[in-house]
């Protein structure tokens, strides 16, 4: 017994949870593990120092860092050779932080201070990845033609309906249902602040895009466009008009 408790005291166990907590919630609070944090939403592997000019510290300032976030679980480390590869460590850790964005999403008087700096916050804010899904305003008419088509349900969270599952299988593409990820959840978009498809639906659903070249990436950042193709094969999939992807 410590200070009059038990280890199995409920007060005990909550205090634990508050450490935890504190632990998690100390890892992000510094500028330059969050910007590592939202850089790695990308889904890809950064070397240390990608990471470290991106967020413009010393190599040896961001390894410090890098190790408290792979120590705190947020994440994964591979080594190959003498390159060190960082990534996030799952999914989880990626709806975390993008929902955490969500809620300090750039306000409508901040103005961008440079035109570079306004043309990359527009492609961000029309068409991105999300950890492993599609964000921004394609994220958006993705998600909401589905609804349209009753391919997913959003009246009780998100789900799939047999419609949808079966719209999976007839356009190829390959979806885990054996995976412990949810087959669609939400997950709350930064700029249009509506929740867009996400889970491994969402998932499937950007590797696809990618893969066939309905996507490209742009730029270093973890923005997307839509092609010339894309836009076809939405159009003929969900009756997306090629205007709303532009």
């Not at 409920?10 to 590592?36: F, K, M, S, V």
Request: aromatic share 4%.
């Amino acid at each position: 017994m410590l200070g009059g408790m038990t280890s199995r005291d409920p007060r005990n166990r909550g205090n634990r949870r508050a450490a935890q907590l504190a632990r998690l919630a100390g890892l992000i609070a510094d500028e330059t593990r969050a910007a590592c944090l939202l850089a790695l939403l990308d889904g890809r592997a950064w070397t240390a120092s990608e990471l470290a000019r991106h967020a413009g510290v010393a190599a040896s300032t961001l390894s410090e860092h890098l190790g408290k976030l792979v120590a705190g679980g947020l994440l994964a480390e591979e080594r190959q050779g003498r390159h060190r590869y960082v990534r996030l460590a799952d999914a989880r850790v990626a709806q975390l932080v993008e929902e955490l964005s969500a809620q300090v999403a750039p306000e409508a008087g901040v103005r961008p201070r440079s035109l570079r700096e306004s043309s990359a916050g527009s492609a961000m804010a029309r068409g991105r990845t999300c950890y492993d899904h599609l964000a921004g305003r394609l994220g958006i008419v993705v998600t909401d033609a589905m609804t349209e088509r009753r391919l997913l349900s959003q009246e009780w969270g998100f789900a799939l309906t047999d419609a949808g599952l079966a719209w999976f299988d007839r356009t190829g593409i390959d979806l885990d249902r054996s995976s412990r990820r949810p087959l669609a959840r939400g997950c709350l978009d930064w700029t249009e602040r509506r929740p867009h498809l996400a889970g491994a639906a969402g998932a499937a659903l950007c590797r696809h895009a990618l893969e066939v070249g309905w996507c490209v990436r742009i730029g270093s950042e973890r923005a997307v466009r839509v092609t010339t193709e894309g836009e076809r094969a939405l159009a003929e999939l969900l009756g997306i008009e090629a205007a709303a992807l532009r």
